[in-house]
């Protein structure tokens, strides 16, 4: 059980983290001052719940909260949903899954807004991980929004990857495509009680058996519970079999914050006065378009930039 | 930042196409919305407005139970020693119960006839004045 107030000085540390009052250290230390931190350094174990819009995600982590509290351990779960690029507003709505959770102290729900990421993931919820680290849980499920082939963030965050997919989205060629198929550490068929199940779940076997990792193919129905007891013997086994995800996971996030940082440096760059001046001309047409970008590339950071 | 709001449908009140239209709005005003379903008790939308760190609790509660169900919200605000957090009401509500919420820390009451856009300003003058921002910055002075 995680208390009442932990919970509550939990929840506002992950807003000052994402809200840019203070970095992750900050926030940490804060927390430890006011007593809560449970221990420092990773100890959770970081699951990953990742696939397409309406696949069942969040109704899958309702029935893995039930899983992990039957057997006495404590979660967290960060749900991350889309944040409109046009008025930056969010209809965050998979805590409507997870709801009969919501009095259980201990099980901890956060929604995210995506905000300005678009990895799958929010900007703060890799420290909001640590943070619900700290404060004593068991496990963290972190749910992407849903994705795509290309939203990978989850594989600097989780230790293990879930991917869950439903029949019939494709044929056995979407099963070889890069991306979303690589960063599994196991795949779900959710509703499985839909035609097309078993083909789906057999295109996804014969492309694991091609690979150097053991990776189960599993089917549920997260609306009734069928198969979940297999799902987190699964993902108990994967649990206990070491970090393999680790050096994965590090360059994946060296890269994002590199990348981070270099947005932030050419966003910073068209706010310079040379900038301005580039982009008058262009409005007043005395510049092409190609030649005001290789201009802005030159403000930033010199002709390397300009190809 | 954007205002985070928790949209709130408690009780055996089953007609959510009125929070879902609020939702809506106040996302398309750059709000972050919180939504949780129906039927939801008083200890689950605290818990959810605690857990979700939002500025503001929009209960929406067409029932005639509101005079059951805020003053539960409230206390149980007070007893996890969360006073950060704006509380406000919509719905089909008598206007001889408006004081009575309000004297409950209820901050504002839109009845069935207030538009979204009255909706999204009253929130973002609510925030600006009684937001947890404004009270966290109080308490650290």
Same mark, same amino acid.
């Given at each position: 059980?995680?208390?009442?107030?932990?919970?509550?000085?939990?929840?506002?540390?992950?807003?000052?983290?994402?809200?840019?009052?203070?970095?992750?250290?900050?926030?940490?230390?804060?927390?430890?001052?006011?007593?809560?931190?449970?221990?420092?350094g990773?100890? !959770?174990?970081?699951?990953?719940?990742?696939?397409?819009?309406?696949?069942?995600?969040?109704t899958?982590v309702?029935?893995?909260?039930?899983?992990?509290?039957?057997?006495?351990?404590?979660?967290?779960?960060?749900?991350?949903?889309?944040?409109?690029?046009?008025?930056?507003?969010?209809?965050?709505?998979?805590?409507?899954?997870?709801?009969?959770?919501?009095?259980?102290?201990?099980?901890?729900?956060?929604?995210?807004?995506?905000?300005?990421?678009?990895?799958?993931?929010?900007?703060?919820?890799?420290d909001?991980?640590?943070?619900?680290?700290?404060?004593?849980?068991?496990?963290?499920?972190?749910?992407?929004?849903?994705?795509?082939?290309?939203?990978?963030?989850?594989?600097?965050?989780?230790?293990?990857?879930?991917?869950?997919?439903?029949?019939?989205?494709?044929?056995?060629?979407?099963?070889?495509?890069?991306?979303?198929?690589?960063?599994?550490?196991?795949?779900?068929?959710?509703?499985?009680?839909?035609?097309?199940?078993?083909?789906?779940?057999?295109?996804?076997?014969?492309?694991?058996?091609?690979?150097?990792?053991?990776?189960?193919?599993?089917?549920?129905?997260?609306?009734?519970?069928?198969?979940?007891?297999?799902?987190?013997?699964?993902?108990?086994?994967?649990?206990?079999?070491?970090?393999?995800?680790?050096?994965? !996971?590090?360059r994946?996030?060296?890269v994002?914050?590199?990348?981070?940082?270099?947005?932030?440096?050419?966003?910073?760059?068209?706010?310079?006065?040379?900038?301005?001046?580039?982009?008058?001309?262009?409005r007043?047409?005395?510049?092409?378009?190609?030649?005001?970008?290789?201009a802005?590339?030159?403000?930033?950071?010199?002709?390397?930039?300009?190809? | 930042?954007?205002?985070?709001?928790?949209?709130?449908?408690?009780?055996?009140?089953?007609?959510?196409r009125? !929070?879902?239209?609020?939702?809506?709005?106040?996302?398309?005003?750059?709000?972050?919305?919180?939504?949780?379903?129906?039927?939801?008790?008083?200890e689950?939308?605290?818990?959810?407005?605690?857990?979700?760190?939002?500025?503001?609790?929009?209960?929406?509660?067409?029932?005639?139970?509101?005079?059951?169900?805020?003053?539960?919200?409230?206390?149980?605000?007070?007893?996890?020693?969360?006073?950060?957090?704006?509380?406000?009401?919509?719905?089909?509500?008598?206007?001889?119960?408006?004081?009575?919420?309000?004297?409950?820390?209820?901050?504002?009451?839109?009845n069935?006839?207030?538009?979204?856009?009255?909706?999204?300003?009253?929130?973002?003058r609510?925030?600006?004045?009684?937001?947890?921002?404004?009270?966290?910055?109080?308490?650290?002075?």
């Amino acid at each position: 059980m995680i208390a009442h107030r932990v919970q509550r000085d939990l929840a506002r540390a992950i807003s000052a983290v994402e809200n840019g009052h203070t970095d992750v250290r900050g926030a940490l230390a804060q927390f430890a001052a006011l007593g809560h931190a449970q221990r420092n350094g990773a100890r !959770a174990d970081v699951i990953g719940i990742t696939g397409p819009p309406g696949a069942g995600k969040s109704t899958l982590v309702d029935r893995l909260i039930e899983g992990f509290r039957a057997n006495g351990e404590t979660v967290a779960v960060i749900a991350v949903d889309p944040s409109s690029p046009f008025t930056h507003g969010a209809v965050l709505g998979d805590r409507v899954r997870m709801q009969r959770h919501a009095g259980d102290r201990g099980v901890f729900i956060r929604s995210m807004a995506s905000r300005t990421a678009g990895g799958g993931l929010a900007p703060a919820t890799r420290d909001a991980v640590r943070l619900a680290d700290a404060a004593g849980f068991d496990v963290v499920i972190v749910e992407t929004v849903g994705v795509g082939q290309v939203e990978l963030e989850i594989v600097a965050v989780a230790d293990v990857i879930v991917v869950v997919t439903v029949p019939a989205l494709g044929d056995s060629v979407q099963t070889i495509k890069a991306g979303l198929t690589e960063i599994a550490d196991m795949f779900v068929v959710n509703m499985a009680d839909r035609p097309g199940a078993n083909a789906t779940a057999l295109d996804l076997k014969h492309m694991v058996r091609e690979g150097a990792r053991e990776i189960p193919v599993l089917q549920t129905v997260a609306q009734d519970g069928t198969g979940l007891p297999a799902l987190l013997d699964a993902l108990a086994a994967k649990r206990g079999a070491g970090d393999s995800n680790a050096v994965r !996971a590090v360059r994946f996030e060296v890269v994002r914050r590199a990348r981070d940082a270099a947005v932030r440096a050419a966003l910073a760059a068209l706010d310079s006065d040379d900038a301005s001046a580039v982009l008058d001309g262009l409005r007043d047409h005395t510049i092409s378009r190609n030649d005001a970008v290789d201009a802005l590339l030159a403000i930033l950071g010199g002709p390397a930039h300009a190809h | 930042m954007p205002i985070k709001v928790l949209v709130a449908k408690p009780g055996l009140d089953g007609h959510d196409r009125g !929070a879902k239209i609020v939702a809506r709005a106040l996302r398309d005003a750059g709000m972050e919305v919180v939504y949780t379903g129906l039927h939801q008790t008083p200890e689950m939308i605290v818990n959810a407005a605690i857990q979700e760190d939002v500025d503001v609790v929009g209960v929406s509660i067409l029932s005639g139970a509101h005079m059951t169900v805020f003053p539960k919200i409230m206390d149980l605000l007070h007893e996890r020693e969360v006073d950060d957090i704006v509380v406000v009401a919509g719905g089909v509500i008598q206007e001889n119960d408006v004081p009575k919420l309000r004297a409950l820390g209820v901050r504002e009451v839109f009845n069935a006839e207030a538009s979204t856009q009255d909706l999204i300003e009253g929130i973002e003058r609510i925030v600006a004045a009684h937001g947890r921002d404004a009270a966290r910055r109080a308490a650290q002075a």
